[in-house]
């Protein structure tokens, strides 16, 4: 069965985007689609007006607010009257953080229009063991996979396509095949996931007010927002199987990025990710009732080093296998600061003895005994020197100039937190392997060496104060053993944010 809708954005003009909800994938490419399970007759109405709203708010997000203007977003379908507040919210974050990251101070106001109904969703209680989890097959997604499998979670993996592959060049078809590796290394743990064919490259048409900042390079295809749009889907597919649970792998990455504005990241859709998981769940709440089922952030409180770990404690290969970024079917990552972190990560979490690093015609080949991962770095070398030590230098150069001292704080346990300072570390015994990242530029990794045997004692202290009574899995600059049931600490379903 397909539902059709349409929400209209007042902005400089009006713009009116038509949808359609169903299975398959339309072959209107003037209309959004949006691939879901059948919705039942009596939610259609309720849950269409909600979901034209997303799109209106991603749509809103991608054209930005213009300086003492409104912007006001009208669905063609009554919207439930208990989830108008909770949405006009979420616009007035997304849409204001999207100004944040071009640099500027918001003075425009964003609202939610039209009209209202009464008539609450009538929803089932799920079961509490089940869950359907949003997997790109990168390390966030992966990680949270493996860690709700470990806490003994039924779990219905769903991967969303956003746009046709002729607009996001063949990064959905390189996810999904990471999908199918990973499917197949975590064999009958998981059930085989539900791939869902989504377009919203209407949107894309839309021409943004505001400009990115010149140090932030993002491509034209990104949409900001979307997670709102993607929990609404979820939240469709949890309702068609029974599940309790919604989950995504957002991290503290995202509240605490070194290159933030105004304390949110370029992630406009992330920036805010408790107020939005908050407000989220107190929407669906009040729609729907207690036994509505509610979005969860297991990793909210790791950054990206502690999400490599968490993987690794429960099977190592599976960092291998993980998706990083476009790749156009060559077999390698490239450059996106996934792979970044994908490479210093399976550095940091190798036993020394055990890795090894090739370079070798415009390709980096880094792994040991459980598996390797080739990187294109090599072919966008200027001269003697690779990107990846180029980032490398710079993080080192950031981290070096906050002159921060450790303590039991998140954001201070930078050390062991940033995969590429705990893998450099991990390199201290293998010097030949750290001259072919960085060739004979090294004095930026000795400058760190030498802060961290100044401070080591102290960082090491504020690393055990931070996970006392979180956590079994400490980081350290080697191998970190874990067994799987060590990973039930690091995971939680809240009904609040708060208690993640």
Known sequence: ????????????????????????????????????????????????????????????????LRKGSATVIVPAHPLLREAATELEEMADLFVRSRSLVAGLSATGTVAVG???????????????????????????????????????????????????????????????LAVIRLTSRLGHLVQPPEWRNCDLSPILSLVPHLAYRDDIDIDGWELFGRNLLLCLLLWIEALTIGARHLILGLTAEDLYCTEEVGRHTFYSECCQSVAFVRSFNAMMTSVAGSDAPTCAVPLLHMRKGAVIRSLCATDRRLLFETHCCINDFRGEDGLCFSCYDKFWGIIATAQPEDLFITLDHG???????????????????????????????????????????????????????????????????????????????????LRLYAVYDRWRGRIDAAIAAYFAGRS?????????????????????????????
Not at 8 to 30: A, E, F, M, Q, V
Not at 398 to 407: G, H, K, N, T, V
């Open 114 to 176: 039209g009209s209202r109904c009464d008539a609450l969703l009538e929803v089932v209680g799920g079961d509490p063991r089940r869950a359907v989890i949003a997997w790109s097959g990168g390390i966030d997604s992966t990680a949270c996979v493996a860690a709700a499998l470990a806490s003994g979670l039924q779990l219905q993996p769903v991967h969303y396509a956003y746009y046709r592959e002729t607009v996001a060049r063949n990064l959905f078809a390189n996810e999904r």
């Open 1 to 64: 069965m397909e539902i059709y809708g349409s929400v209209t954005i007042h902005h400089d003009h009006k713009y009116i985007l038509p949808l359609r909800l169903g299975r398959g994938l339309s072959s209107n490419t003037g209309e959004i689609w949006l691939d879901c399970p059948p919705v039942l007759e009596g939610q259609i109405e309720q849950l269409i007006a909600m979901v034209e709203t997303a799109v209106g708010i991603i749509a809103a997000t991608r054209l930005g």
């Open 363 to 445: 390709h980096m080949k880094v792994g040991d005994s459980c598996g390797a991962a080739v990187f294109g770095w090599g072919s966008y070398a200027h001269g003697d020197v690779l990107p990846i030590a180029e980032a490398t230098r710079r993080q080192i150069g950031r981290f070096l100039a906050e002159r921060d001292l450790p303590s039991s704080s998140l954001e201070h346990s930078k050390f062991h937190y940033a995969p590429a300072l705990a893998g450099l570390l991990n390199l201290r015994e293998r010097p030949k392997l750290v001259t072919t990242v960085f060739g004979e530029d090294m004095a930026p990794v």
């Open 472 to 500: 079994p899995l400490l980081p350290g600059a080697s191998l970190v053993t874990a067994t799987a049931a060590a990973v039930h600490d690091v995971f939680c379903l809240p009904r609040e944010v708060d208690r993640c």
